[in-house]
């Protein structure tokens, strides 16, 4: 029920173009089909044995034409708006669970590798979306079967109970298979998740596999998890077409059946009748494939919800629904950092009984306190994994401290990942992390700054001047073309 409460409150966020796609569809699949069998029916019913009329011949192809026309241009209408909220909806929940995932402590931003974060929010949200997207076809043709099917009965009750028969046919199977879709998508998502994974780590560890001279091994691994992708996306497929190729062709042989045994009752069963009949069930076929196709793309829209939610860290799903600005055609304004004042300036700063543990290992720091002077220069030492980084980390608010508090000249700090940022305090990570980007932008990061005074304190203007392109020059993905202590 979470999924289907979290389709509702999609809907919720955009109900009028919710609405108006709904009512331009039906409009497309519903009534102009209608109409046009109609026409067919009193065209054909009309000629009888009477000589050809060119008259009629002429007014029959004017209103098909009208109707045709009529439907393509509602068309285009209806391509312009789902457009819009296709875009409007997939980046808002991008944006939703970006700005979730930037809130969180920085060092555990992520419950799961950055592939595959990044690999849900491009494919994972598309799918989370399509029944709802989906909804609006099967409510166009629902209309346009109770419509058909009752003209339909009019003209013959015992032939139309033969057309409903398929849908039974679908709704069988699509009960059957339920359980396979949802085991064949989630294994499918999940191969291709562990391959974009170990892509990323492939990138980030170049200097390590090279070293190692292990450039073979590595690429054998990608190709086998290649391989394991491979098989779980053609599996998926095959079995999702297998269930398309029932849903079509059950409804296509009882379509053949229906005209041979109206062929045979030309008495009682006109060949107005046997126009609209045949335009009618092409698209009462679309409806049972659309019903098929419903219940498929739910389920497995069902299987890409749950791997969003993942990325919540246990908060509620609301946050993916949350109606957030998203403007499609400006660019938002950049918020740049507060400028520095007086109160910024470092006198003490105190920690008292601060501790975090991780669940994982039980390990971590417990009950830290410590006071750091104006001008002073502390070292906290200790041997691999005594808990060096995690101490500086929960003191930074990088990670939550489960206890203890911090006093910047003596006022409590309560937020530490939102205070402890420039021009309050700077951190250099053990591995520091550069975006492909120029070496000017990597160092103001969007700021408008003394550019000469930051490469002075870092030492590094001997250095730019040996480049090429200068403080111009692209550092490459994570830095690669600059040394390490360059990039420290």
């Known amino acids: 029920m979470s999924y289907l409460k979290f389709l509702l409150r999609v809907f919720g966020n955009s109900p009028l173009w919710q609405v108006a796609i709904v009512l331009l569809r039906t409009l497309i699949f519903a009534g102009a089909p209608l109409a046009t069998g109609l026409v067919t029916r009193n065209y054909f019913n009309a000629l009888g044995g009477a000589r050809p009329d060119l008259r009629l011949a002429l007014s029959f192809c004017a209103m098909l034409l009208g109707v045709a026309f009529a439907r393509l241009v509602i068309i285009v209408v209806d391509i312009a708006i789902d457009n ?12 939703n669970l970006f700005e979730h995932i930037l809130r969180q402590p920085g060092a555990r931003a992520l419950p799961e590798s950055a592939g595959s974060t990044i690999s849900r929010l491009r494919d994972d949200i598309p799918e989370a979306l399509m029944p709802l997207r989906l909804l609006a076809w099967l409510l166009a043709y629902a209309t346009f079967g109770a419509v058909a099917l009752t003209i339909m009965a009019r003209i013959d009750p015992n032939m139309t109970l033969a057309v409903s028969a398929p849908m039974l046919v679908i709704v069988v199977a699509a009960m059957v298979t339920r359980q396979r879709v949802t085991a064949y998508s989630r294994e499918r998502k999940r191969a291709s998740a562990r391959v974009i994974g170990f892509v990323a780590q492939i990138f980030s560890s170049a200097q390590a596999i090279k070293v190692a001279n292990a450039e073979p091994r590595v690429i054998e691994e990608l190709r086998r998890l290649n391989e394991v992708r491979r098989t779980a996306t053609l599996r998926d497929a095959v079995f999702t077409k297998a269930l398309d190729a029932v849903f079509v062709n059950a409804v296509n042989f009882s379509t053949g059946v229906i005209l041979l045994v109206a062929s045979g009752r030309a008495q009682s069963f006109s060949v107005g ?5 045949a335009q009618y069930l092409v698209g009462l076929t679309e409806l049972v494939t659309r019903v098929g196709e419903f219940i498929v793309r739910y389920r497995q829209g069902q299987v890409s919800y749950e791997r969003l939610t993942r990325l919540l860290w246990g908060a509620p799903d609301t946050v993916m629904t949350h109606l957030s600005p998203m403007p499609l055609r400006t660019v938002p304004p950049f918020q740049r950092t507060a400028a520095p004042v007086a109160a910024d300036d470092l006198e003490t700063l105190d920690v008292r009984g601060l501790t975090f543990v991780y669940a994982e290992s039980g390990r971590g720091v417990r009950d830290v306190s410590l006071r750091l002077r104006r001008g002073t220069f ?12 995690t101490l ?4 930074l608010g990088l990670l939550p401290a489960q206890s203890g508090e911090v006093l910047w000249n003596g006022a409590l700090v309560r937020d530490p990942a939102a205070f402890f940022t420039p021009p309050r305090a700077a951190y250099t990570g053990q591995a520091p992390r550069l975006f492909s980007e120029s070496l000017r932008n990597n160092v103001l990061m969007g700021e408008e700054g003394a550019l000469e005074i930051a490469l002075y304190n870092a030492v590094l203007e001997d250095d730019v001047a040996a480049m090429e392109k200068g403080l111009a020059t692209l550092v490459g993905p994570r830095g690669v073309r600059l040394s390490g202590g360059q990039i420290q």
Do not use: I, Q
């Open 84 to 95: 819009s909220w296709n875009t409007w909806s997939r980046n808002m929940m991008r944006r």
């Open 273 to 277: 009748d046997f126009a609209l009949f």
């Open 378 to 389: 502390t070292v906290v030492t200790g041997r691999v994994g005594a808990g060096k980084t």
């Open 392 to 395: 500086l980390r929960a003191l």
